[in-house]
């Protein structure tokens, strides 16, 4: 090994994920938590879960994929929520996982809904973050989000939507983001995703409304007040349509509810995760 590369802590292990290699972070041990990333430029499972992987660890085993076209993990094109499930689901079967909880952030909410609702047996606790799943019209912030132009100029104006907390977006984390947005590939797979009109985007993540009421699972829903990228709407239909669903709403935050509340989130997902079942 060369002594002087430098150290990418958003690469941890691959393995094949029904078909699909697949790069993913691991922490921790005890019951099972998939942590699923958002669709943003330049995601990848470290930087959507790098404050909260260390938090969950203290008692669970905690695994953090980049899914197929985003962060280090493969870049096959034909991007769909088909082509996502069967991955998660190869995911837990390639690690040997009978059952996990998923927290979903974002598109990784819709993600996670699909996967509760087509495989429910696979699926212990549902924790739906600031996410998509369910119809709404597609809001200024997400068009912008998915419109994304490398730059850093540009991948500063998102972070500014993202963040209610200006303080946490500054010039070397827009470059640090731009910089993952540029990675080989990444772009590409990125642009292919989301093209204009993207209201057919945000349809295409949508999960029956008759199946999230079959939903049997405990939930988790957790929102920021102030998100400008996924409605607080979609969070108070959720829990009005999930049985056993519980809300939390965070007042002066955005989209980026991991990181502007890192603590508070993390000891709300612990608890939850952590508690008997009720």
């Not at 790069?23 to 699923?36: F, K, Q, R, S, T």
């Not at 082509?83 to 040997?96: P, R, T």
């Not at 295409?204 to 102030?226: M, Q």
Request: one cysteine or more; glycine letters at 10%.
């Amino acid at each position: 090994m060369n002594a002087s590369a430098p150290i990418r802590p958003e690469i941890g292990v691959t393995v094949d994920a029904g078909g699909i290699p697949t790069n993913y972070l691991e922490a921790g041990v005890g019951a099972p938590v998939v942590l699923i990333h958002g669709s943003g430029p330049g995601v990848s499972a470290y930087a959507n879960w790098r404050l909260t992987m260390p938090a969950l660890a203290a008692g669970m085993r905690v695994l953090a994929p980049d899914m197929a076209g985003f962060g280090f993990t493969a870049k096959p094109g034909g991007y769909s929520m088909t082509m996502w499930s069967a991955q998660l689901i190869g995911f837990l079967d390639a690690l040997g996982i009978e059952k996990a909880s998923l927290v979903g952030n974002s598109f990784g909410g819709s993600l996670a809904l699909d996967v509760a609702a087509n495989h429910p047996d696979r699926v212990d606790k549902l924790v739906l973050m600031g996410a998509c799943g369910v119809p709404f019209p597609i809001t200024d912030g997400l068009d912008r989000v998915w419109g994304y132009e490398p730059s850093i100029a540009d991948m500063r104006s998102i972070l500014d939507i993202f963040a209610h907390d200006r303080n946490l977006v500054n010039d070397e984390l827009a470059e640090l983001r731009y910089r993952a947005s540029i990675e080989p590939g990444v772009q590409e797979a990125f642009s292919s995703m989301f093209p204009a009109p993207r209201q057919r985007w945000v349809d295409a993540l949508v999960t029956p409304e008759d199946r999230i009421r079959a939903l049997p699972h405990e939930t988790l829903v957790i929102h920021g007040r102030d998100d400008r990228v996924i409605p607080l709407a979609n969070a108070e239909l959720l829990v009005r349509l999930i049985e056993r669903a519980q809300l939390h709403v965070f007042g002066r935050c955005g989209h980026w509810t991991q990181i502007e509340w890192a603590d508070e989130f993390n000891a709300l997902l612990l608890r939850f995760l952590t508690a008997a079942p009720r």
